[in-house]
């Protein structure tokens, strides 16, 4: 019988021949992804050696990844003491993927990994943040876990008794009329499957749709394949992955795609044709409340945000650099703009995005999750609403629960910048 | 026996279970001060340990959505809680199972606050209103790491053999 994608995967890393949903599988880790919450995570580790004798050793410190990005630069002495241990830390074992707070190197982990190429089809792939399964859009196997499970991670270099998941395939197909994103499109699909719809399963994406969509818009599609409860969300690998990795990403060793076999057996399969699609948002407070914007539209609006892992790439920032451009941002609305990572934001200085965001009336925020998790920058006073390109909008997550907060693309986001309300993309033809 | 201390609906996330403004604190001992810290009242009542130890928290399903945080599990484990909840979102039972917190799966459970429950067996009683629930037992291989007391001292029993 033939296997999916994610079964492939967890076969060969587990060496097997073959694996089915719901066996136990010890599968040797590719990458091992952390930021800030390191801090913990180096604690559990050390924990582990206790009373062994053992000297703490990382199993391999070529394969573990380091990024501060979720509290740049440190919004209290507090996270600069947790960032000093993880810098000494990084140092004491000697660990080489390491991504200071910097405009060159720095970013948000799930930018990075795919700039420097650090996420090849067929890897497996864990990181102590939900959204790993951002690098899915490599082709990979890769999944979010907890500080603990990472320790022991560091530890073997592999990680015990993972469940094999089922796989649920979507097939996305149909002609994509103007306005609509790959984020309209990722939201549809969590309202349909609903926010634990695919717990305990992997996503695997297909159809023309995907075929044709860039490595920065799977990124978003298997970054929120984790909102539907996702264990991972994986697009195939092909000759788009194949270019990102050899000419954005640099990467010298030869590629392989892991397909699924032909006859791979899934646990359902979801069709979607986007061809009269409308721009979508997931209304307060959960990921899976997501109706047509046109539904929503005329809300008032006090925080409009684009940025984040979802949506702080180049692409998005063209987006709205475009609407935007010699327009202004309403009076009584902050717009802030987070890029992803350093690289994104020196491409769009370039570019000029950032001087036509800025003269709009936004404000440049410094790469890194800003916002997004309502930790520093961009708090919500009470009883107001922010719009915004990031993936969750559960109650308080962005600092404050009395605040509501929409989900969107960045053109819906731009476009209604301008106008102050949640506004339908498509009125800017108008 | 042991008291229904509070009931939630579906989809409770980690953010309302931790806010991530808390995320810097890390340590085990500090976490519990956070729990539930929107939920202003409730919080007090766990730090002024208002609440006996096995006190359980009632939930719908999904459970635990959201961020990876371990904030979530280990500030619920230092309060000596028990969570029954209809489902789970994966990486908090995983969590849960990963620092020894009791988070049971009974997905017809049926209680409201002030019930009193009685778990044995993969079942739950509810003293109050009679009715019983199954539990599903965790798989083979989280209940290994249970039975060893959690995921740190099974992963050492590992290294010990390497
Ligand atoms: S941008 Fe938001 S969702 Fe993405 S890693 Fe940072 S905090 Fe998490």
Not at chain 1, 23 to 50: K, R, T
Not at chain 1, 96 to 112: A, S
Not at chain 1, 142 to 152: F, H, L, P, Y
Request: hydrophobic share 40%; with cysteine; charged share 20%.
């Amino acid at each position: 019988m033939g296997m999916t994608i994610a079964e492939k995967i967890l076969a060969f890393k587990s060496g097997k021949n073959q694996v089915r949903p719901g066996d136990i599988v010890e599968p040797a880790v590719d990458l091992a992804m952390s930021h800030e919450n390191a801090a913990l995570v180096i604690n559990q580790f050390l924990e582990i050696y206790q009373g062994t004798g053992l000297t703490p050793r990382v199993w391999n410190p070529d394969n573990i990844t380091i990024i501060f990005d979720h509290r740049v630069p440190a919004e209290s002495s507090k996270t600069a003491n947790n960032q000093k241990k993880i810098r000494e830390f990084v140092a004491a074992q000697g660990i080489t993927k390491f991504h200071e707070i910097r405009g060159d190197v720095g970013g948000i982990c799930h930018q990075v990994l795919p700039e420097y190429g650090y996420v090849h089809p067929g890897s497996l792939v864990l990181g102590t943040d939900s959204h790993t399964t951002s690098h899915g859009a490599m082709g990979a196997f890769a999944m979010g876990i907890g500080a603990t499970e990472m320790a022991s991670v560091w530890c073997l270099g592999a990680i015990l008794n993972l469940e094999v998941p089922a796989t649920i395939r979507v097939n996305v197909s149909g002609k994509l009329p103007g306005y609509i994103y790959p984020k309209d499109i990722i939201l549809y699909l969590i309202g349909m499957l609903t926010a634990n719809g695919a717990t305990f399963r992997a996503l695997e994406f297909h159809g023309p749709v995907i075929e044709k969509m860039s490595v920065s818009g799977r990124l978003t599609l298997a970054n929120m394949s984790v909102e539907a409860g996702a264990t991972t969300g994986i697009i195939p690998a092909d000759a788009e992955t194949i270019r990102y990795l050899q000419q954005e990403a640099e990467v010298q060793e030869p590629i392989e795609p892991v397909l699924p076999d032909p006859d791979a057996v899934y646990e359902q399969t979801v069709d979607i044709d986007v061809t009269n699609m409308e721009p979508q948002a997931a209304c307060p407070h959960t990921v899976d409340n997501v109706k047509p914007v046109r539904e929503v539209a005329g809300k008032t609006l006090h925080q409009i945000v684009i940025g984040s892992c979802t949506n702080g790439r180049l692409d998005d920032l063209e987006i709205a650099a475009r609407i935007l451009k010699g327009k202004k941002v309403a009076d009584n609305v902050r717009m802030l703009v987070f890029p992803a990572s350093g690289r994104i934001y020196r491409q769009a200085l370039q570019k000029g995005y950032i001087a036509d965001l800025a003269a709009s009336g936004a404000v440049i925020m410094n790469p890194g999750c800003g916002c997004c998790l309502g930790v520093h920058q961009g708090a919500l006073a009470d009883g107001e609403t922010a719009l915004a390109t990031t993936n969750r909008n559960f109650k308080g997550r962005m600092g404050n629960p009395n605040a509501e907060v929409y989900l969107c693309s960045p053109a819906t986001a731009a476009v209604s910048a301008i106008t102050g309300k949640i506004t339908d993309p498509r009125e800017e033809r108008r | 026996m042991a008291q229904v201390i509070i009931k939630f609906g579906d989809d409770i996330s980690t953010d309302t279970i931790y806010p991530g403004r808390f995320m810097a604190t890390v340590l085990p001992t500090e976490t519990p001060a956070f729990a539930f810290a929107d939920y202003k009242e409730f919080n007090k009542q766990l730090n002024d340990k208002k609440f006996p130890q096995g006190s359980i928290i009632i939930a719908g399903n999904n459970f635990g959505c959201g961020s990876s945080r371990e904030q979530a599990v280990s500030c619920l484990k230092g309060h000596e809680l028990v969570i029954v909840a209809k489902s789970y979102a994966r990486i908090f039972l995983q969590n849960a199972v990963n620092l020894g917190l009791q988070a049971l799966t009974a997905p017809d459970i049926e209680a409201t606050e002030g019930d009193e429950l009685v778990v044995a067996d993969n079942r739950i009683v509810n003293k109050t209103t009679g009715k019983s629930f199954t539990v599903i037992p965790l798989s083979g291989s989280r209940q290994a790491v249970m039975n060893a007391g959690g995921l740190i001292s099974y992963t050492r029993e590992r290294l010990v053999r390497k």
